[in-house]
């Protein structure tokens, strides 16, 4: 894999974001973190630590090494996660950082951007992985393709499966597990030999995949502007990707985009559909559920009260099953007062990895305005919070 191709790989996304850095001159006196190791055989050398931008790199420091090798770089934190790269001579590794970590980056001259190790900040050593994964990958499907054995070569389909069970991979073991992640946003952005493997304009289940990278960086960082830019992305991907083409597509969208939340629209048990979008307006408990559980039943009997105290004051909520069992679903549902409907997707729903469902149940609190606010793990007094928004 050729290490120029690293600025292109970020293309994809990194064009779509706008720098959240604040300058040591501005904030002498602001929270930091700190770069530091020690890089052998590169006496006289410069060292440099860049932050990665939108359409440009900026310098932050450098210092030129000695004998020992030992450097040590101090950066104002960003609001975000950031991405940085420690530069020697034409080789650069990629660091990401998010608060006022002490990252340590130990390496050679000779091999500096291969035989580094990093300390001190978990999402770095996992880009490391995924860039030792990416670049097995590019060697396995040079050799396939320079080979004239007939044991080791591969027709265009067989690389094209190869290339999709590795992103297949990257979903499963980085995606699902933290979405919300810099290395998660960071795998959006690959590419193989400078074209992406993620294409979500383009492809409908690449775009699921930054929809819900997307949402899950919104509960994190909701201030952010690399976020705000991020979703908007998100969402004219999964614009340009829908299957569903109707008059009310482009007002759907338009709604969505000033709001950050992703709509959905799923069968209630006479068999209309009701999207979450239609409950502007309301304070709304987007709630993820099984009713198989045998605990859900006396969670709904909560639920039940929450719902007749806030009702008349514009209280709603929009409980959406995974049961597989379409008939024990409607049984289950059918003496409920509040919006139920069902994904029969089960655990394969693309509602769940929108929202990071990684167990049921799961809530959301949206707010009039369709903005989700809170998620469960956020909330200590769910009265409270949907009074608070009530009188908003």
């Not at 080789?91 to 608060?99: G, K, P, Q």
């Not at 309301?282 to 709630?287: E, F, G, N, T, Y």
Request: hydrophobic share 35%; with cysteine.
């Amino acid at each position: 894999m050729h290490r120029q191709n690293l600025h292109k790989a970020f293309t994809a996304i990194f064009v779509l974001v706008t720098i959240a850095f604040a300058s040591c001159s501005n904030q002498p006196d602001g929270p930091c973190f700190t770069v530091k190791g020690n890089i052998k055989d590169a006496d006289g050398k410069i060292l440099t630590i860049k932050n990665i931008g939108v359409n440009n790199t900026i310098v932050l420091d450098s210092m030129e090494l000695d004998e020992e090798g030992t450097y040590e770089f101090t950066i104002p934190s960003p609001g975000c996660f950031e991405f940085y790269s420690l530069v020697l001579g034409d080789e650069s590794i990629l660091l990401t950082v998010d608060s006022t970590e002490t990252v340590t980056v130990n390496s050679n001259a000779k091999e500096f951007a291969t035989a580094y190790s990093v300390e001190g900040s978990t999402e770095s050593e996992k880009i490391k992985e995924i860039n030792t994964l990416r670049d097995a990958l590019a060697e396995q499907i040079s050799a396939m393709l320079n080979s004239t054995s007939p044991a080791v070569m591969k027709t265009r389909n067989d690389i094209l499966l190869l290339i999709n069970e590795f992103k297949d991979n990257l979903v499963k073991q980085y995606i699902a597990s933290n979405p919300g992640s810099a290395s998660s946003y960071y795998i959006l952005s690959l590419s193989l030999d400078g074209t992406p493997l993620f294409m979500p304009m383009t492809e409908r289940t690449d775009s699921k995949y930054l929809a819900a990278v997307a949402t899950n960086i919104q509960l994190k960082y909701p201030d952010s502007e690399r976020t705000r830019q991020l979703v908007d992305f998100a969402q004219k991907a999964m614009k340009a990707t829908s299957p569903v083409q109707d008059i009310d597509i482009e007002v759907e969208e338009e709604e969505i985009a000033t709001t950050g939340l992703f709509d959905i629209n799923l069968p209630t048990m006479n068999g209309d559909s009701i999207k979450l979008s239609s409950l502007a307006g309301k304070v709304v408990l987007l709630d993820f559920t099984i009713y198989k559980d045998p605990n859900i039943s006396g969670r709904n009997i909560g639920l039940r009260e929450l719902y007749a105290k806030y009702k008349e004051q514009g209280f709603e909520i929009y409980q959406i099953s995974f049961d597989t069992d379409k008939h024990f679903w409607q049984t289950s549902a059918s003496n409920l007062p509040w919006t139920c409907v069902r994904d029969g997707n089960g655990a394969a729903s693309s509602y769940a990895l929108l929202y990071n469902v990684r167990q049921l149940p799961t809530f959301y609190l949206i707010n009039k305005d369709n903005e989700i606010v809170l998620r469960d793990n956020q909330i200590t007094d769910l009265g409270k919070e949907i009074e608070r928004l009530i009188t908003q």
